[in-house]
């Protein structure tokens, strides 16, 4: 996330990125019977959000979600085969609630968290990117980030609803992981973005999104929905701060706004999963250089080329049984996964459209609407980190083969 200061309180205003030689990258997915490559080819025109609709209660409806995630810090080659994140739900996370930098991903600013909520099949996940503004001051951006991420995923795996606490919401998780780094004693200053989505096991997915992280929600080979970033002015979003006092008697001595929000300023929205849905959170990153259209073709195309999406003669259906897509098996040392291939691609080409100086991403674009006098052109450089969540309606084939 790029940022200066206004007034002593980092934001981040337009500045111009540095350019670098990335390397090739193999593609994952020839393992998954799909030959790839990151071409891309854009789409302006909007996609109209939807409206949800809630299906009648089924109590007997569960569902289970395979998720994954990778990332790329802002200088750093990408590489597919290590820059990624399996998770598996039935892994126990680290007793420390928080990571040595010497653990953390190499994501740069960028951090994510995937936990399950206690011991239930409901997931969290989320993404935070830490503003990169702090460096000016001598603060290390990702230190809040990171910490604000590890928080927010013991809270989760800690949570226990059966012992008297209400249940944990997408806006309760991320204010627990800020007030824990708010009490860092280890964290005096730093800030970042964030979107953090809890879905349960009844197919059930609630977003609290603050910033310009965000999400899609991709179905049956079309986006369904998706963020709306939020911002104080153009590049400058919304984000959780630590602010010393000396910098807010510096912002208030010259009458300067202190950027600094809440978790109660986050948009919270309701969704309801269906089976063979794919959920993908983002740091801006993404979303800077890929369309929502872009991040549809890359998924279209991989849960078409193994089947997970198959054309029938009402159009795009899912396979019944989503798990050998979604579960490694056990002899496989470094697991791949659909979903983990997916988020490899994701990232692999926002890294390369974020060096891509001939093809206007929407990063550009957005300058050239605000400031025409730039002249800004192609990508924009930045930590890139996507999380990549796959629905799946647990006993799904047996319900349709028992009403044949």
Not at 25 to 44: G, I, M
Not at 391 to 399: I, Q, R, Y
């Amino acid at each position: 996330m790029l940022s200066k200061t206004h007034n002593g309180v980092p934001f981040r205003p337009l500045i111009a990125c540095a350019r670098y030689q990335l390397s090739p990258v193999l593609p994952p997915t020839s393992l998954l019977r799909q030959r790839t490559h990151f071409a891309r080819t854009f789409s302006a025109q909007p996609v109209l959000r939807s409206q949800e609709t809630t299906p009648p209660a089924d109590s007997a409806r569960k569902f289970t979600y395979h998720a994954a995630a990778s990332f790329s810090a802002k200088y750093q080659k990408f590489d597919p085969t290590s820059h990624v994140f399996h998770f598996n739900p039935y892994n126990r996370i680290q007793t420390q609630k928080k990571r040595p930098k010497s653990k953390r991903p190499a994501s740069g600013q960028d951090a994510f968290f995937i936990s399950r909520v206690g011991d239930t099949n409901t997931v969290a996940f989320g993404i935070a990117d830490g503003v990169g503004g702090w460096e000016d001051s001598g603060v290390d951006p990702a230190d809040f980030s990171h910490s604000f991420c590890d928080y927010m995923a013991s809270a989760a795996y800690e949570h226990r609803h059966d012992g008297g606490e209400l249940s944990l919401t997408a806006r309760s998780l991320m204010q627990k992981g800020y007030d824990d780094v708010c009490r860092d004693g280890s964290i005096h200053a730093g800030g970042s973005t964030a979107s953090i989505g809890i879905a349960s096991e009844d197919g059930k997915l609630e977003v609290a999104n603050l910033g310009d992280s965000g999400f899609v929600h991709l179905r049956l080979n079309a986006v369904h929905s998706y963020s709306e970033p939020q911002t104080h002015a153009f590049n400058t979003p919304y984000q959780l701060s630590i602010v010393p006092a000396s910098m807010l008697a510096r912002a208030a001595a010259f009458g300067g706004a202190q950027l600094c929000d809440y978790p109660k300023d986050a948009d919270v929205t309701q969704h309801t999963l269906k089976h063979g849905d794919i959920l993908v959170f983002a740091s801006d990153g993404v979303w800077d250089n890929l369309f929502n259209q872009d991040v549809l073709r890359i998924a279209s195309r991989l849960m078409i080329g193994v089947g997970a999406w198959k054309a029938g003669d009402g159009g795009i259906v899912v396979a019944d049984n989503l798990k050998h897509h979604t579960q490694a098996e056990d002899s496989i040392q470094r697991p791949l996964t659909l979903q983990s291939a997916m988020a490899v691609e994701i990232a692999g080409a926002a890294k390369l459209a974020s060096t891509n100086q001939r093809v206007d991403g929407p990063f550009a674009k957005e300058v050239q609407k605000y400031y025409p006098q730039e002249n800004w052109h192609g990508g924009k450089v930045d930590d890139i980190c996507c999380v990549v969540v796959i629905v799946s309606e647990d006993g799904k084939s047996e319900a349709i083969r028992s009403r044949l």
